[in-house]
């Protein structure tokens, strides 16, 4: 049996076909009470159909979306990842011996919310560090250094607060695109006995991991090494590093050696002659964007590509193109992640 999707006109024709088989007398010419009544019946038919067709589309993965595709991944054990609120270690100075308990607020000059997830006091030599962690969920809670530095409710004996290191791990929950590419994964590769689809789906299923790479006997016989980035595709945090392994460790088969990383940020810059203006700050967006999304999967740094983003930028053209002072494409080696840095037009 098939389903075919009907629209509320394709109803009432039918309606007003079978009024017609079993009663040739009735009329249903516009404005009669049976064609009032018939029309808001097929509306409402009409409206059914459409909900057929979104159970249709929910019911298999790769149509579905939201709570629809949660449930369906669910049931081959891909749980969709939450998202997860930043962590910062924060410097507070004031008089020695000042409580500062659990849970006391910090914020940012935009008032993004902090709470302290230890009680601590102040030393003998007027601060302390102390974990917090930031009230929301998501990727904005990743702020930058220096920017807590507000004291929403007064504090006995806390006269200030910064972060001299930027907050971490705060990620946003896992998209239906990601989802679903988990789920694929899982349904659609031979993840056995420890081979390399294991680990991957391993690493992949901890909240704030973005990709994988899985290097099996990189260190001889029974070693494997897991390479993550997050999910903002930057350099994992040694919390999330740390997240990873401890997860493998209860689910990896016994002997093997298992140890996890995270590539470390190569710096990549660009120098070339260029004809016309161009937005410097434009061009890093869009080198870092490039990067973002195809970086840790890349054997190579295309000088072709970058050169495409240059004219994409505004410049009518150019010459003498460089990246780290090489006119070739940049190879990349596994412990390496790509991000721009500077970036120098010589206009003429």
């Known amino acids: 049996m098939s389903f075919e999707q009907q629209s509320a006109s394709d109803v009432l024709a039918r309606l007003k076909t079978d009024l017609a088989t079993t009663d040739n007398t009735a009329t249903t010419v516009e404005g009669s009470f049976n064609a009032d009544i018939l029309t808001a019946n097929s509306i409402e038919f009409g409206q059914t159909y459409n909900e057929m067709n979104l159970m249709i589309e929910a019911a298999f993965a790769g149509t579905s979306w939201g709570d629809y595709l949660t449930m369906r991944a669910a049931e081959f054990g891909v749980i969709r990842k939450e998202a997860t609120a930043a962590v910062v270690d924060l410097k507070v100075t004031g008089t020695s011996g000042a409580a500062i308990i659990k849970g006391s607020l910090f914020a940012t000059a935009e008032d993004l919310r902090f709470h302290t997830l230890t009680d601590t006091t102040v030393g003998s030599a007027g601060t302390v560090t102390v974990k917090a962690q930031c009230e929301s969920t998501g990727i904005d809670g990743n702020v930058a250094a220096g920017r807590i530095v507000k004291i929403p409710y007064s504090i006995p004996g806390i006269a200030a607060v910064t972060n001299e290191a930027a907050a971490t791990d705060g ?178």
């Open 171 to 348: 990620y946003s929950q896992e998209t239906d695109t990601e989802l679903l590419a988990r789920y694929l994964l899982k349904v659609r590769t031979p993840a056995t006995s420890g081979n390399t689809y294991h680990y991957q789906q391993w690493a992949l299923s901890v909240a704030g991991v973005g990709q994988v790479k899985i290097l099996p006997l990189w260190n001889g016989n029974g070693t494997v090494k897991v390479i993550i980035v997050d999910s903002n595709n930057a350099t994992a945090s040694d919390v999330l590093i740390k997240a990873v392994a401890g997860y493998i460790e209860t689910v990896r088969p016994i002997g093997a050696t298992v140890t996890v990383t995270s590539p470390t940020p190569l710096a990549v810059n660009i120098k070339a002659d260029a004809v016309g203006m161009a937005d410097i700050d434009k061009i890093k967006a869009a080198v870092n964007e490039y990067f973002k999304n195809s970086g840790f999967g890349l054997l190579a740094i295309s000088i072709a590509r970058i050169g495409k983003i240059l004219l994409d930028s505004g410049i009518s053209d150019y010459s003498n193109l460089t990246i780290n002072e090489q006119a070739i494409n940049l190879v990349l080696a596994d412990s390496q992640l790509p991000v721009c840095g500077e970036v120098v037009l010589n206009v003429y």
